[in-house]
């Protein structure tokens, strides 16, 4: 066994490989192997099969990483103690994540910190609620445009006049929102996707021939004068 001075005098990876293997031999490994929350998760797996230990846990609780690994893989469940970690920290990214993946839906104490990211308010609308929310709206709607637009479509399924000109800058998710709502051409997409993007363009054509309209792409090389609607 190598002792604990040796091991202290090692590179951090190597140091905690080496306790990751032997800390059932050696209280004084266990100890170092506790100072890492992340060997202490892995350990809790791999050698310890998934059981809980409870000297493990307080190591887990310091990281809020882990606190959402350890409650998916080993208490398979809600973690009180940690959800209270979890909300002291107010991590929004990290709050979604435990409402999505251990709770399975709503978690309402964490909402006040969500509703005021204008991405992760919008992710939790769309994936989670699956529904529409009017404590957050405003700011879903102002914020983060792959969302806002999202939301428009998946959740209150109505056109959002004030999100599209932001919605333009990205031709793909413009198109989406088009196919979603029109069925007629859209002028601002039109400018939209001849500025950006003739790859989106070409399925604008496609779609507007499926719909009746007689215009096709004269050129896949000039993004100047591409739709002709007068044949």
Known sequence: MIS???????????????????AKDNPEYLKILLQSPKWTFSYICNMLKHERWPEGEKTILKNPEYIIDYAYAVIKGRWPEG???????????????????IIGGRWREAE????KDSYYAGMYAVNIIEDRWREAEETIINGDIF????????????RLP????????????????????FSEPWEKLEKGIL???LGVL????ERLQKLGYKVKLLTTFNKKDVIDEDL
């Open 162 to 181: 004030e999100i599209e000109d932001r919605l333009i800058e990205n031709p793909n998710w413009a198109f989406r929102y088009w196919s979603h709502f």
């Open 112 to 115: 006040e910190y969500i509703k």
């Open 195 to 197: 500025k950006f993007d």
């Open 83 to 101: 959800e209270e970690v979890l909300l002291k920290n107010g991590n929004v990214q990290w709050l979604c994540k435990y409402a999505k993946n």
């Open 202 to 205: 070409e399925k604008y054509v």
């Open 4 to 22: 604990v001075d040796e091991l202290l005098s090692m590179d951090e990876e190597e140091r905690y490989e080496y306790v990751f293997i032997h």
């Open 147 to 158: 969302w806002a637009s999202y939301y428009a479509t998946n959740i209150l399924n109505k």
